[in-house]
């Protein structure tokens, strides 16, 4: 049974058609073409090493693979090769070759001179490095009065504080059930939908509660933290958020949403039909997305005029500043727009 036709419902808007009959319908190239684009993403851990590289080697086996043999040949051209003779011998604490001279320009010779001045300033006598060698904490104590400088003072306000205790958060007592019920049905007082770190929801479950989204027109904010979601759930999550424009605040944060499928969450957010001002992913199973996820990422949120909070981890300095400089001209444009409507 496909996947899209999961629990009786087309929840992917696409036929029944079974993935390895897609596979068996392409031609080699054009397998060849998608592998190569999937290897576009080193990062990705889901994908054997082999394939990650887009480097495929085309040329015939010369002959029979015989792991033994190679071991003794490789162990053996290691032992027959010479050595490469060194044209200076070497010799212990004598550099070979130009010696690096590193070379300063005005400023820095001028900071490496005042930074010898103020340390042969500070510097003691050896009478004095010894007396002070031999004296005790009463000693010091009595020439910092003498200094007007009292380390008395110090220790009456640093002290030895034992560690406060907070409790711990209480367990979330929402029930799952009742709450995709209220979602469904659209009841108007369900404002807020928090289900974090409830375990055993099903997939079926979340997909209910992300599908009553289409039709929902109350809820506000909604908030799964380690939730263990997965891409088929977010998936029906991406197509019901493109029909909703009450949701304002998501948070998905700690669950097993792979790269792509937050890419494809982040593009549907893009759309104008929609509301959302906040959205926290970051701490998925995969912590480093690569560039490709990343600028796929980048450029839905600068597609998007509504977005004003995004909780993710960017790894691209230049990902980053695109995305916060896109976020503060949303900012600002709400603070423009506010400060119209009070004149």
Request: glycine share 2%; hydrophobic share 40%.
């Amino acid at each position: 049974m496909s996947r899209t036709m999961h629990f009786g419902r087309d929840i992917l808007s696409a036929p029944d058609v079974d993935l390895e009959d897609l596979l068996n319908a392409l031609a080699p190239s054009e397998i060849d073409s998608l592998v190569n684009e999937m290897a576009a993403d080193p990062d990705d851990k889901h994908l054997p090493a082999s394939v990650r590289t887009a480097y495929h080697c085309k040329k015939q086996a010369t002959g029979p693979l015989n792991r033994d043999s190679l071991i003794t040949f490789i162990n053996d051209e290691g032992i027959n090769t010479p050595e490469k003779e060194e044209a200076v011998k070497y010799e212990a604490g004598v550099k070979r070759g130009k010696v690096y001279v590193p070379k300063y320009d005005e400023a820095t010779l001028a900071l490496m001179k005042r930074k010898e001045e103020v340390a042969a300033a500070v510097r003691l006598d050896d009478d004095e490095e010894a007396a002070l060698s031999e004296a005790t904490v009463q000693d010091l104590m009595i020439l910092a009065e003498i200094l007007d400088s009292n380390p008395q003072e110090f220790i009456m306000e640093a002290y030895a504080d034992p560690l406060k205790y907070y409790e711990p958060d209480p367990p979330n007592t929402t029930n799952p059930k009742e709450a995709i019920n209220h979602v469904v049905d659209n009841k108007k007082e369900c404002k807020e939908v928090c289900l974090n770190n409830i375990a055993g929801i099903d997939e079926k479950d979340f997909c209910d509660l992300f599908d009553g989204l289409r039709q929902n027109c109350s809820l506000v904010k909604l908030s799964a933290v380690n939730c263990e979601i997965n891409d088929f759930a977010i998936a029906t999550l991406s197509l019901a958020i493109e029909n909703n424009n009450t949701l304002k605040s998501i948070n998905l944060e700690s669950n097993r949403i792979t790269p792509d499928t937050l890419a494809s969450l982040f593009e549907a957010i893009a759309s104008t039909t929609n509301g959302v001002l906040e959205i926290h992913v970051s701490n998925q199973a995969q912590s480093n997305m690569g560039y490709r996820v990343e600028s796929r990422i980048a450029d839905a949120i600068c597609k998007n005029n509504s977005l004003l909070k995004v909780g993710i981890k960017f790894q691209f300095a230049e990902v980053i500043n695109r995305v916060e400089k896109h976020l503060i001209s949303n900012l600002d444009r709400l603070r423009k727009e506010r400060a119209k409507n009070k004149h």
